[in-house]
């Protein structure tokens, strides 16, 4: 992702997707809402990539994760979120 003359890059990481459907959504949710929040740009990425896998994890086209704590849980790669 490019913001003003910085490249930001994440290696995405390997998840069981049970449905596509919302990924991409998931992913802008959680990017506009990283920018909005006022965090790092490096954070903007982190933060959309989990949303985006969290989204590709239900059956639905959507996820309603209870808090950031549960976001950033998928970003460090905890497979035993609650839900």
């Known amino acids: 992702m490019l913001e003003g003359d910085t490249w930001h890059v994440v290696e995405p990481r390997e998840i069981h997707v049970l449905d596509r459907i919302g990924g991409g959504d998931g992913f802008v949710g959680g990017l506009l809402y990283a920018i909005l929040k006022g965090w790092e740009p ?3 990425i ?3 990539w989990a949303c ?4 590709t994890t239900f059956l639905t086209d ?3 994760p209870a808090d950031e ?3 950033w849980s998928v970003w460090s ?3 035993r979120v609650k839900r």
């Not at 985006?52 to 989204?55: D, E, W």
Request: overall charge negative; aromatic content about 16%.
């Open 52 to 55: 985006g896998a969290l989204a």
């Open 62 to 64: 959507y996820a309603q």
């Open 69 to 71: 704590d549960q976001v």
């Open 42 to 44: 490096e954070k903007w």
């Open 77 to 79: 790669g905890n497979a």
């Open 46 to 48: 982190q933060f959309g």
